[in-house]
């Protein structure tokens, strides 16, 4: 079974300062995309970043860059520069068998401290 | 607007009364997917759809059923729920393949059985 492990439920930054959310996954897929969602207390599913596994180069989106390792399946996210607005629920995903389905992590919960 | 709507936003209902939780999208995707969220267990899917007449179960599709006539409709059902399926419930929706390509989701369905 494919799988994602967020292994940090919960986590905590001051304002300003920079985190990184760690996320491992399992895929036996060779050309896939990997994702970064943030769900805020609204609920909403929001794409924060996406990284295609066959580019070396991590992607990055203003103040959020990811750290992609391909040959260990690490896939964390930083978030630099951290604001209020960011505190949220964060959910990496990575496709699950034959890119048909999407496997989420169970979330890390970032907590931002003015 | 490109977006993803599901009604109703909220439910409440009693066990085993049948019900139908709409979803539509209006960017002409191919892929469309059902999820349930519940404390500490991230995204589940329970069905996708990778065209008209297409459809597959995901990982949680017990007590679930979906169709998929139309390219933009995506309807889930729950003929005879139970409280075990107390939920928020997202629908989502891909141009084709779920691990290739960003999903964009609708607002969530919040669903109590009592």
């Known amino acids: 079974a494919q799988t994602v492990t967020q292994s940090q439920p919960e986590m905590s930054v001051q304002e300003a300062e920079t985190v990184t959310l760690s996320c491992t996954y399992d895929?036996?897929?060779?050309?896939?995309?990997l994702f970064w969602y943030k769900q805020p207390p609204s609920r909403q599913m929001i794409l924060v970043i996406r990284?295609?596994?066959?580019?070396?180069q991590n992607a990055t989106e203003n103040r959020f860059s990811v750290n992609f390792q391909k040959a260990a399946k690490s896939f964390s996210l930083k978030i630099s520069d951290s604001q209020l607005g960011d505190a949220a629920m964060y959910f990496c995903?990575?496709?699950?068998?034959?890119?048909?389905?999407?496997?989420f992590g169970k979330g890390t919960k970032l907590s931002v401290i003015p | 607007e490109a977006q993803v709507t599901q009604n109703p936003r909220y439910l409440i209902t009693v066990t085993g009364k049948k019900l139908t939780v709409t979803c539509s999208q209006n960017?002409?995707?191919?892929?469309m997917s059902w999820y349930r969220q519940d404390p500490g267990l991230g995204l589940r899917q329970i069905y996708y759809?990778?065209?008209?007449?297409?459809?597959d179960k995901g990982d949680v599709p017990e007590g679930y059923k979906v169709s998929r006539k139309e390219k933009r409709n995506f309807p889930l059902i729950l003929e005879s729920p139970s409280p075990n399926q107390t939920s928020l419930y997202f629908c989502?929706?891909?141009?084709?393949?779920?691990?290739?390509?960003?999903?964009?989701f609708g607002p969530g369905t919040r669903l109590l059985v009592l």
């Open positions: 989502a929706s891909s141009l084709r393949l779920a691990g290739k390509q960003t999903q964009y």
């Open positions: 895929t036996s897929e060779s050309d896939y995309y």
């Open positions: 990284q295609e596994a066959y580019k070396q």
């Open positions: 995903a990575s496709p699950g068998a034959g890119s048909y389905q999407l496997t």
């Open positions: 960017m002409n995707h191919e892929y």
């Open positions: 759809s990778m065209n008209v007449e297409v459809t």
